[in-house]
């Protein structure tokens, strides 16, 4: 009898293992689904994230475009109020004028020059000076003196901006260094 008992508790035994081990499986593949689902719900989350974002984008942008709108409708009402005739002889008045000034500044700016670069020629002649203040090894470097005038009256007439004639006035004294 004790062979019948000890045989059914060894098969109650394996029919518990087996119940154990298919229950087990099935948690194991119960599991790995929950972490696909978990992972696609992530990524459903990261694209509504970004839709959300490209909404609000949307809806300031459209915020924009509308006070655009408004500033636009106001500037086109106002410009047809203040519309109003100006005479050709006023405009071509101020034109002269603005000519004009222009002109004189031309002529002073011109006048300083000429007076500087004489003074630089009278300073660079006179031998008697040029013996006292520098030794007889250095000589005067007129470009060096007139770059940064140059620059002034290209920067006048618009051939070229400040910026590039600074650039120059800095990349000559490096020059120097190098000799």
Same mark, same amino acid.
């Given at each position: ?23 087990? +499986? ?58 109003? #005739? ?30 500087? +670069? ?56 490096? #020059?120097?260094?190098?000799?």
């Amino acid at each position: 009898m004790e062979e019948k008992s000890s045989n059914r508790l060894a098969s109650n035994l394996e029919q518990l293992v087996s119940r154990m081990e298919s229950i087990h +499986f099935q948690r194991s593949s119960e599991l790995d689904q929950v972490s696909g689902v978990l992972g696609n719900m992530d990524k459903l989350v990261d694209v509504l994230s970004r839709v959300e974002l490209q909404r609000q984008a949307e809806h300031q942008l459209i915020d924009q475009v509308n006070r655009l709108n408004e500033v636009v409708e106001s500037l086109s009402g106002q410009e047809t109020v203040s519309k109003r #005739e100006v005479p050709v002889e006023d405009t071509l008045r101020k034109v002269i004028k603005g000519v004009k000034v222009t002109g004189k500044v031309m002529d002073i700016v011109a006048g300083s020059l000429g007076v500087m +670069f004489d003074s630089i020629v009278a300073t660079v002649k006179v031998p008697e000076r040029q013996n006292t203040t520098r030794s007889s090894k250095e000589q005067v470097d007129l470009a060096s003196v007139l770059a940064p005038l140059g620059g002034i009256l290209q920067g006048l007439l618009g051939t070229e901006s400040v910026e590039n004639s600074q650039s120059n006035r800095q990349a000559k004294p490096d #020059e120097k260094k190098e000799e």
